[in-house]
């Protein structure tokens, strides 16, 4: 069974840093891409950065110059760096994989993980 595997939330003041990481396990034949969205409480689900199937990065408006994501193919994996938070990037950050599996492309989520920003 195919699972995104979400770590490194918490709690951090505004102007810290988190950095989350996430792994796809399972019998996975092709990652096609992989990347964060976020929810906060009374929001839509958005996106905060992400690789595409042709390798490119999409990143929010929100948080570009502020996080990074990068990616360990070989492990499935990948992250976010997140610096100079803000109390506004406070929510629950999911990790989205649109993967291969047994010859049939799916999206699969993670549980999620939180992620505060407050002093």
């Known amino acids: 069974q195919v699972q995104l595997v979400e770590s490194g939330g918490g709690l951090v003041q505004p102007g810290g840093s988190l950095r989350l990481s996430c792994v796809a396990t399972?019998?996975?034949?092709?990652?096609?891409?992989m990347g964060w969205y976020r929810q906060a409480p009374g929001k839509q689900r958005e996106l905060v950065a992400a690789?595409?199937?042709?390798?490119?990065?999409n990143y929010a408006d929100s948080v570009k110059g502020r996080f990074t994501i990068s990616r360990n193919n070989a492990k499935d994996t990948v992250y976010l760096q997140m610096d100079s938070l803000k109390p506004e990037d406070t929510a629950v950050y999911y990790c989205?994989?649109?993967?291969?599996?047994?010859?049939?492309?799916?999206?699969?989520w993670g549980q999620g993980t939180q992620v505060t920003v407050s002093s």
């Open positions: 989205y994989g649109d993967l291969v599996v047994a010859g049939w492309a799916g999206e699969y």
């Open positions: 399972g019998s996975i034949d092709t990652v096609n891409s």
């Open positions: 690789f595409t199937s042709r390798g490119r990065i």
